[in-house]
């Protein structure tokens, strides 16, 4: 597996060229184990995070199946159907797709999400289509208005299954499934495989391959993690300003528990004269695009988010990630610091936690 190239996965012409283009010499190892395996026509369940290159792991085999039919119209309706838990998740995978179909012949894209108007959306799903990429909620919403036609959905890929259940879109992610062909080919990626994935899983794949990337603690090895005991709320205020003040953070995710808190900080730290912006589920998508366009420009330098909002965040210039607040769920521990370390960069990883947090600081050092 370490020799590995792009060429030895049998990818096509145009896709290599993009992959190059994009400065990667070598395929991650969800990628050495997935891409053949798409290719190959099995339906796969990925246990598999952000972070680890599972992106390109679907979207470069997703897009060799177009070029398959060598000239190939697009049709009206999608051949490829991606689902994700989140707007931002979407708005990544569809810039994926972009970058790596480059050099195809035009690959038509539509996103259907919340928060975008119906007439805009409505008109990008009359197009002619190849790849639909949807957030489970607005597509049953588009589904249930007639608007769009699954019929011809060759690939299904359920991009972070595990949150799209936390979420609540079980019920959506199954109706959708059903408009799809039952001849599809299906690739779920998740970050865990418990019991609700697997029974997912088990109704919605065929005789699926199994394939799992290292473990949690071995991916995260260029980010330092560590730990900080606070009296108070004042006591977080100032190790946070002071830790912002570090001339070695170039950017930083500061994590609260709620929207609530999210804003207050924001402002209190605007107040103290960062750069900083709050992201999080009750903004409309153009402020959340803006938000992230400018975390990604470098103008924002500090971005307070909340789990959901920050989920699947890939932004390169992200030094620290701050836990304001500890994580209620464990895995969301893993991943909001798979926010910082992206593709293999360093890392630094600081939590805030109480006194009375130890139960749950336990269960994150288990998890
Ligand atoms: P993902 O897990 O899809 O969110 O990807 C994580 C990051 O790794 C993204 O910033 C990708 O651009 C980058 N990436 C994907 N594949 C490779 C590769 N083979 N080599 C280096 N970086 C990669």
Excluded: W
Aim: with cysteine; aromatic share 4%; hydrophobic share 40%.
């Amino acid at each position: 597996m370490e020799n590995q190239t792009f060429a030895t996965l049998a990818l096509s012409a145009p896709l290599l060229r993009a992959v190059e283009a994009s400065g990667y010499t070598t395929p991650t190892p969800v990628q050495a184990q997935t891409i053949p395996a798409v290719l190959a026509g099995h339906d796969l369940m990925v246990c598999a995070q952000t972070g680890t290159g599972k992106t390109a792991a679907f979207m470069l085999p997703a897009l060799q199946r177009l070029g398959e039919d060598g000239q190939g119209k697009s049709l009206r309706a999608p051949r490829i159907l991606v689902l994700t838990p989140t707007r931002e998740l979407a708005q990544q995978v569809t810039e994926a797709a972009v970058t790596y179909g480059k050099f195809m012949r035009q690959v038509r894209i539509a996103v259907v999400v919340g928060g975008v108007s119906y007439p805009q959306q409505n008109r990008a799903l009359s197009q002619p289509l190849d790849i639909l990429i949807a957030t489970p909620g607005r597509l049953i919403d588009q589904l249930d208005r007639g608007r769009a036609d699954l019929s011809c959905v060759e690939l299904l890929v359920l991009d972070e299954a595990d949150r799209m259940l936390d979420m609540g879109f079980l019920e959506a992610v199954e109706r959708i499934a059903k408009a799809t062909p039952a001849t599809r080919q299906t690739l779920m990626f998740s970050a865990t495989l418990d019991g609700d994935i697997a029974r997912l899983g088990k109704r919605l794949l065929r005789e699926p391959k199994l394939i799992s990337v290292d473990g949690a603690r071995e991916r995260h090895a260029n980010i330092e993690q560590r730990l900080h005991f606070v009296d108070d709320r004042a006591h977080k205020d100032r190790l946070l300003d002071h830790l912002l003040r570090d001339t070695d953070m170039n950017q930083a995710i500061v994590f609260t528990s709620t929207k609530r808190d999210a804003d207050q900080l924001a402002v209190s730290l605007q107040a103290q004269g960062h750069a900083v912006a709050a992201l999080h589920g009750d903004m409309n998508q153009y402020n959340r695009t803006r938000t992230l366009s400018g975390m990604k420009q470098g103008r924002i330098r500090v971005l307070v988010a909340t789990d959901v909002a920050a989920r699947g965040l890939d932004v390169a210039g992200v030094s620290h990630v701050i836990n304001y607040d500890l994580p209620r769920a464990p895995e969301n521990y893993v991943h909001r610091i798979g926010r910082t370390g992206r593709a293999g960069s360093k890392g630094l990883a600081l939590s805030f936690a109480h006194r009375t947090e130890r139960g749950l600081l336990a269960r994150i050092e288990g998890f």
